[in-house]
C-alpha cells in the first residue's frame, strides 16, 4: 500500500529552514556564551597580571632603594677598614698606665727616678738590617718626641724603656734592676751607667722660732716669727737603665 504526502514541498522547505536557523541560533548563542566567559577569563588574568606588574614595580623600586643604601654602606665600610688599618698601624697595644703602676710597685723609697722615657724602635734581624712589616710582633709605634725630625716608626715595633735618676746606694740600683728582671713586664735589663760621685743638695723643712721684741718679755712687744732652713749636701749614685716592654713575640 502505498502512502500519499498531502504536505506541500513549500512547507517541508520552511520546516527544513527553521530547523536549520533554529541550529545556527543555537550555535552562535554557545560560541557567545563561550565567548563571553573567555573575555570575563582574559579580562581577569589581565587584572591580575597588572597587579602583579604593579607589585613587581614597586619591589622593584625597593630593591633599587636598598642596593643604593648597600653601596652606600659598602663605601663607609671600605673607608672605616682604611681607618682601621691606619689606627693599627699606629696602635701601640699597650697599657701605659699598668706600665707605670708596674714600676711605681717596683720602685723602692730610696730611688728617685728622673726621667722614664718609652721609644719606639724597628726590630732588627740577625742581619743588623730592620725587618720589614709582618714580622710577627703584636707592639706598635705610640709615641715621638715632637722636636724630633724623624718619622714615626710605624708597623711591627718593640718599645724601650729609658729609667734614669738617683739612688742611696749602687745596691739600690742591682735591686731595681732584679726587681725589673722578675717582673713579667720587663726584658733585657741593662745599667747603661752608674756614678756613684753624684751629689744632690737636700733640705730639711723649715723651722719655726719663736723670739721676743727689742723690749723682752715683759715689755709686751709683739712676737714675731723667723724661719730657717737647714740645707746640705747628700752623695748619691745616679745611674740609668734601658729594658724592653715584654709584650711581644719575634718569630
Known sequence: MKEIDFLPEWYK????????????????GGIFVVMMVWAFTATRSISKARAQV??????????????SKFVVLEDEIRTLRKKAESIEKIDSKIDIASVLAELSYLI????????????????ENKQGTQNSPGTGTVVRAVRASSHNKKEIPLGDVRFKVVLAGVAADASD??????????????????????????????GRAPAIRREAGAGGENAGSKDYIRETATRHEIQVNEFEINCYLANYRQL
Do not use: H, W
Not at 178 to 193: A, G, H, I, T, W
Open 13 to 28: 522547505s520552511g520546516r527544513r529552514r527553521q530547523v536549520s536557523y533554529r541550529t545556527q541560533y543555537i550555535a552562535i
Open 54 to 67: 604593579a607589585q613587581m614595580a614597586e619591589k622593584q623600586a625597593q630593591a633599587q632603594e636598598v642596593s
Open 108 to 123: 723602692d723609697e730610696k730611688v728617685v727616678l728622673q726621667k722614664v722615657e718609652l721609644i719606639a724602635e724597628k726590630f
Open 173 to 202: 740600683v742591682a735591686a731595681m734592676m732584679c726587681k725589673l728582671e722578675d717582673s713579667p713586664y720587663f726584658c733585657q735589663v741593662e745599667l747603661s751607667f752608674s756614678r756613684g760621685d753624684a751629689k744632690i743638695v737636700a
